[in-house]
């Protein structure tokens, strides 16, 4: 007769038993002291920010850590020399970025301008894998409800984004943000008014007419502009 009651302990602690429990232990303790120690070697910057490659850092040494803390067959001594290599090549690759614009822009990537003087930087955009929605949701967490109150958006290396405002006396007419106005855009101008292109942000002021072709991007797709200023 086949047992059909699961073996909670095999669950639990698969091939192993109670007894590997305590080395599980040391071995979890002396592990988080060497990440400790390596994260300490990394230097401020290294925990505070991560770009691309100090991101592959962490993971190299999360990995590292991983199977020592519970594998017999795994020494802590090879995750010492694992997590020794990886610090010594982030530091040599840390070194040679300060060194060289050109190496710090291959290993880092440079910052990209999203939006200049309230409207979208188009081929920026094609460059990176930024969502239109996420974008908004972004702009909108910083009370931001149209582009017009947005002089320039830059989106940094480290993946912030950093906005600088136009004064409230300086605001212009910009692309709606906010769902429920964003959600408007139509092709047809059915009154004079300012009209922002749905696409590229650029804005304009026109007379009725049934199709609008943006002088910016070629699109046709318009929403009625706003100029409110930005409520802080």
Same mark, same amino acid.
Not at 24 to 46: N, P
Not at 149 to 161: D, F, P, Y
């Given at each position: 007769?086949?047992?059909?009651?699961?073996?909670?302990?095999?669950?639990?602690?698969?091939?192993?038993?109670?007894?590997?429990?305590?080395?599980?232990?040391?071995?979890?303790?002396?592990? !988080?002291?060497?990440?400790?120690?390596?994260?300490?070697?990394?230097? /401020?910057?290294?925990?505070?920010?991560?770009?691309?490659?100090?991101?592959?850092?962490?993971?190299?040494?999360?990995?590292?850590?991983?199977?020592?803390?519970?594998?017999?067959?795994? *020494?802590?001594?090879?995750?010492?020399?694992?997590?020794?290599?990886?610090?010594?090549? !982030? /530091?040599?690759?840390?070194?040679?970025?300060?060194?060289?614009?050109?190496?710090?822009?291959?290993?880092?990537?440079?910052?990209?301008?999203?939006?200049?003087?309230?409207?979208?930087?188009?081929?920026?955009?094609?460059?990176?894998?930024?969502?239109?929605?996420?974008?908004?949701?972004?702009?909108?967490?910083?009370?931001?409800?149209?582009? *017009?109150?947005?002089?320039?958006?830059?989106?940094?290396?480290? *993946?912030?984004?950093?906005?600088?405002?136009?004064?409230?006396?300086?605001?212009? !007419?910009?692309?709606?943000?906010?769902?429920?106005?964003?959600?408007?855009?139509?092709?047809?101008?059915?009154?004079? *008014? !300012?009209?922002?292109?749905?696409?590229?942000?650029?804005?304009?002021?026109?007379?009725?007419?049934?199709?609008?072709?943006?002088?910016?991007?070629? /699109?046709?797709?318009?929403?009625?502009?706003?100029?409110?200023?930005?409520?802080?």
């Amino acid at each position: 007769m086949i047992n059909a009651m699961p073996d909670f302990e095999k669950m639990l602690f698969g091939d192993e038993n109670w007894n590997f429990i305590p080395e599980i232990m040391i071995r979890t303790l002396l592990m !988080y002291l060497i990440i400790l120690f390596s994260l300490r070697l990394l230097g /401020k910057r290294g925990v505070k920010q991560l770009s691309i490659f100090e991101l592959v850092v962490i993971i190299s040494l999360g990995s590292a850590a991983g199977d020592p803390m519970f594998y017999k067959e795994v *020494g802590l001594g090879s995750a010492i020399f694992v997590f020794a290599v990886v610090v010594g090549a !982030y /530091k040599i690759t840390a070194y040679l970025v300060g060194k060289s614009k050109k190496i710090e822009k291959i290993v880092e990537g440079a910052s990209i301008y999203l939006i200049r003087d309230g409207k979208f930087s188009i081929n920026n955009f094609k460059k990176e894998s930024l969502a239109q929605d996420e974008f908004f949701s972004e702009l909108r967490q910083e009370n931001v409800t149209h582009l *017009g109150q947005v002089k320039l958006t830059i989106l940094e290396t480290s *993946g912030e984004l950093s906005i600088f405002f136009y004064k409230d006396e300086d605001v212009k !007419y910009g692309l709606p943000i906010l769902p429920d106005d964003f959600e408007k855009r139509t092709q047809e101008i059915a009154e004079e *008014g !300012y009209y922002s292109c749905s696409f590229c942000g650029n804005t304009v002021k026109t007379k009725p007419i049934q199709k609008l072709i943006c002088e910016e991007c070629d /699109k046709t797709k318009w929403v009625k502009s706003l100029n409110e200023t930005r409520i802080t």
